[in-house]
């Protein structure tokens, strides 16, 4: 069965850190696309990042950029988003998203399956 | 960036009818554009790419047009499972990736 695991989720203080992780089940994460993307309570969704499958090209959110990083390991068989300097704003469900995608050759067009089950990030003193 | 604009933002329809939800993109892109399903604490599901093509498994009574800057969401013959929200992406011209603020389907 093809699934998505994401994780690492918590309650974090504002300027805490906190590292999400995403594996993958029944297919090889390593080549696919993948991005984050987070629902605050009660709201809609919200793209995060993005990151390529050689992990060259990386693209955030104005929300997040220069506060959030996304990254593969070696293997390419997982990707996380570091977050750090977290503000309230930043609570939300995180979910890892592969990127379903064709390219025209000089661009990605990127839209998302499967899905993790989301990973519960809080903010507050 | 690229607005998403979905109406209405709830919609009644009676189960066993039609409903059409709408999409809105403040410029043309093409047919880039997909529809999710979100269930209550679930994660989003993927149901059209492409504004038109219905992802592996979604039943035939979901289905999508539109290109440029209006598409449109079908749900014909509709099951109780399908009082949900739905959403639309865009995934034309990125970053950022955005999505429509949702439409929540709920019965008559």
């Known amino acids: 069965e093809v699934q998505v695991v994401d994780s690492g989720g918590g309650l974090i203080q504002p300027g805490g850190s906190l590292k999400l992780s995403c594996a993958a089940s029944?297919?090889?994460?390593?080549?696919?696309?993948v991005n984050w993307v987070r629902q605050a309570p009660g709201k809609g969704l919200e793209w995060v990042s993005y990151?390529?499958?050689?992990?060259?090209?990386?693209h955030y959110a104005d929300s997040v950029k220069g506060r959030f990083t996304i990254s593969r390991d070696n293997a390419k068989t997982s990707v996380f988003l570091q977050m750090n300097s977290l503000r309230a704003e930043d609570t939300a469900v995180y979910y890892c998203?592969?990127?379903?995608?064709?390219?025209?050759?000089?661009?990605?067009?990127?839209?998302?399956?499967?899905w993790g089950q989301g990973t519960l990030v809080t903010v507050s003193s | 960036e690229v607005v998403m604009t979905q109406s209405p933002g709830t919609l009644a329809v009676s189960p066993g009818e039609t409903a059409t939800l709408s999409c809105r993109a403040s410029q043309s892109i093409g047919s880039n554009l997909a529809w999710y399903q979100q269930k209550p604490g679930q994660a989003p599901r993927l149901l059209i790419y492409?504004?038109?093509t219905r992802a592996t498994g979604i039943p035939v009574r979901f289905s999508g047009r539109g290109s440029g800057t209006e598409f449109t969401l079908t749900i014909s013959s509709l099951q109780s499972e399908d009082f949900v929200v739905y959403y639309c992406q865009q995934y034309d011209n990125w970053p950022p990736i955005t999505f429509g603020q949702g439409t929540r389907l709920e019965i008559k």
């Open positions: 492409g504004a038109a």
């Open positions: 998203a592969v990127g379903a995608s064709y390219s025209d050759g000089t661009t990605s067009y990127v839209w998302f399956h499967p």
């Open positions: 990151i390529s499958r050689s992990g060259s090209t990386i």
């Open positions: 029944g297919f090889s994460l390593s080549s696919y696309e």
